[in-house]
């Protein structure tokens, strides 16, 4: 089942790649055929196997010798890897449909924002609403809703307080959306470790960039995949990350 989990988590990687390419550009994600974005010829089903036809191309189209991203290949693997895990972890049960949902969510998500700065809301409103409907399906809606406004306002009010002490844009709607939705699918409860998690990694990885890149302008980075990673980190280790913090404060419950 996990190695089935693995291959249908590719085949949907490769859909998930078209929607990362399309999506930003107001783009359908099912009309025309996969086709190369350079000269337009389209991609044959062998030329269109996750991974393995990447690997056989040498990363090139067919036809017209263009490079093709990475990303498409990483993309798939990182899919695979997710789905398999998570079906290794919940076997067949509703926790993994859950699970799979949000996790594919959150990868595309990443990958747009990577590449087009956007959270385009015909993902997150719907992973909100999908989000919504998991937690009132497993009986804790009320934590779900909560999250949904919580996540949402209070990266808002930290939005507004940056741009009165700054006066900067440090984070876009997209970043409230994406959190709204890790708040609906994992309830309230996920949103002290998820924001704190994600701020300190993006200080610190921004840091290391700027010193890296080590340029005079201010350079933009994106929040969203920050705030995707801690949601999967938090989705799949709460307990343990509870269990931590508790022993850390020196809790006893
Ligand atoms: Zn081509």
């Not at 189209?61 to 398999?84: D, F, K, N």
């Not at 890149?213 to 969203?224: L, S």
Request: charged share 10%; with cysteine; proline share 4%.
């Amino acid at each position: 089942m996990v190695l089935l989990a693995v291959i249908v988590g590719m085949i949907f990687g490769s859909f998930a790649n078209v929607c990362v390419h399309r999506i930003p550009q107001r783009e359908s994600i099912a009309f025309p055929g996969s086709h190369c974005p350079k000269c337009n010829h389209g991609i044959a089903f062998y030329d269109n196997i996750p991974l393995i036809s990447w690997l056989f191309l040498g990363g090139r189209c067919r036809h017209c010798q263009a490079t093709i991203t990475w990303r498409y290949p990483l993309l798939e693997v990182l899919m695979g890897v997710s789905w398999g895990l998570l079906a290794w972890h919940y076997g067949p049960t509703f926790m993994f449909a859950e699970a799979v949902c949000l996790f594919s969510l959150l990868w595309i998500l990443t990958f747009i924002d990577l590449e087009t700065f956007l959270l385009p809301n015909v993902l997150t409103f719907p992973g909100i609403a999908l989000g919504l409907a998991f937690s009132w399906w497993f009986g804790d809606w009320q934590d779900a809703l909560i999250g949904a406004i919580a996540g949402y306002a209070v990266l808002w009010t930290v939005a507004r307080l940056f741009l009165k002490i700054t006066g900067q844009e440090g984070m876009g709607y997209g970043d409230f959306k994406l959190l709204a939705m890790l708040g609906a699918f994992m309830g309230w409860q996920a949103l002290p470790f998820v924001i704190f998690a994600s701020s300190v990694a993006g200080a610190l990885i921004g840091a290391v960039m700027l010193k890296l890149c080590n340029r005079g302008f201010r350079t933009e980075i994106p929040f969203g995949p920050y705030l995707a990673v801690a949601g999967m980190c938090w989705y799949v280790w709460h307990e343990q990350i509870l269990g931590w913090y508790l022993d850390i404060s020196g809790i006893n419950l």
